[in-house]
């Protein structure tokens, strides 16, 4: 696609529920991440894929929150019992491989799913 | 203290001002340093990309680093009120985990017509 697409744009969960957010990277980038903004303050890392593998997941705040990109493609991020510390907008991110370079290597964001949970 | 510190503002500017926005680190190994502008209720886009110390110029934009000082600087030009974001400034060490960024908490900026 023509940029990185996130779906729900919008979620509001009651506490307890699971969430799942889907990214939608561009065509041919082999990396992927996800990234967490709560209001206010800006994106901090959550995990890094290249292609299928997750090669880092130091970034997840605890054990409650799960991603998986099963064909190298497609990734979602799962929240399971979510807490009100979880509202927050979830940027999903691509870049072509991963590295960046003293040339260049442009990481593109997505427009976010903003989470509240209620 | 963070790795790295932004002003959060706001700052606001009449259209045709000159801005100046800046972050400072404490990590020497951030070698990768970005600009990236965030419109409301958008992501991020980037604006300006540095690899280690000097000066970079993009039209209206002109990104410094000066890694003596772990100081960097993005000046506006004849700001205009569609630069209206929150500019967030982002850096990434050397070596095998070069992809991931640290960003700053952003300056959030409104220019006056």
């Known amino acids: 696609g023509a940029g990185v697409s996130q779906s729900p744009r919008y979620k509001v969960a009651k506490r307890g529920q699971d969430v799942a957010l889907r990214c939608d990277p561009i065509?041919?980038?082999?990396?992927l991440f996800w990234y967490q903004q709560a209001l206010g303050q800006g994106p901090e890392f959550l995990t890094y894929?290249?292609?299928?593998?997750?090669?880092?997941k130091s970034g997840l705040p605890s054990d409650r929150f799960f991603a998986e990109r099963p064909e190298g493609s497609v990734s979602t991020l799962k929240i399971q019992r979510t807490q009100q510390e979880d509202s927050a907008v979830y940027l999903c991110a691509s870049n072509k491989d991963g590295r960046l370079t003293a040339s260049g290597n442009t990481i593109y964001f997505g427009e976010g799913s903003w989470l509240t949970v209620v | 203290q963070k790795e790295v510190e932004q002003d959060p503002g706001p700052l606001s500017v009449p259209e045709g001002a000159i801005v100046s926005l800046n972050c400072t680190y404490s990590n020497s190994a951030f070698q990768y340093f970005m600009w990236y502008r965030q419109y409301s209720r958008k992501g991020p886009e980037l604006l300006m990309y540095?690899?280690?110390?000097g000066n970079k110029e993009d039209g209206r934009f002109t990104a410094q680093v000066d890694k003596s000082s772990k100081y960097i600087s993005l000046f506006i030009r004849d700001s205009q009120p569609s630069d209206s974001a929150t500019y967030l400034c982002a850096m990434s060490a050397s070596g095998g985990s070069n992809y991931k960024l640290t960003f700053g908490k952003g300056t959030l900026l409104t220019v006056n017509p």
């Open positions: 894929f290249q292609n299928e593998a997750q090669l880092d």
């Open positions: 065509s041919g980038h082999v990396s």
């Open positions: 540095t690899y280690s110390s």
